[in-house]
């Protein structure tokens, strides 16, 4: 069964940027699709990111423009550059396959607050 480890997170102002990172105990980002989820505060998780193998990206219309999903397969890890933070951006945050396949890690919290 693979490990997913988010870590990164943190608190930070608004505009303020962080870079998560996701690491994988085995190799299931150089085949999948990986991607980026999100949980707000008293919401349901939400889809944040994607990395397909040719190495085209999509991103949820909120983050657009200001993360950027990445990956290193020699590492077995995902990356989420995250610029200009704004107080919604306040989440835990998940790393997974798109669609979702593995067990879910136990995130990293990303709190955006001035």
């Known amino acids: 069964q693979v490990q997913l480890v988010e870590s990164g997170g943190g608190l930070v102002q608004p505009g303020e940027s962080l870079r998560l990172s996701c690491a994988a105990s085995g190799s299931i980002f150089s085949s999948s699709i990986a991607g980026w989820y999100r949980r707000p505060p008293g919401k349901e998780r939400e889809w944040v990111a994607s990395?397909?193998?040719?190495?085209?990206?999509g991103y949820a219309d909120a983050v657009e423009g200001r993360f950027t999903i990445s990956k290193d397969n020699a590492k077995n890890t995902v990356y989420l550059q995250m610029n200009d933070l704004k107080i919604e951006d306040t989440a835990v945050y998940f790393c997974?396959?798109?669609?979702?396949?593995?067990?879910w890690g136990k995130g990293t919290l990303v709190t955006v607050s001035a």
């Open positions: 997974n396959t798109v669609p979702v396949f593995h067990t």
């Open positions: 990395l397909f193998s040719d190495g085209d990206t």
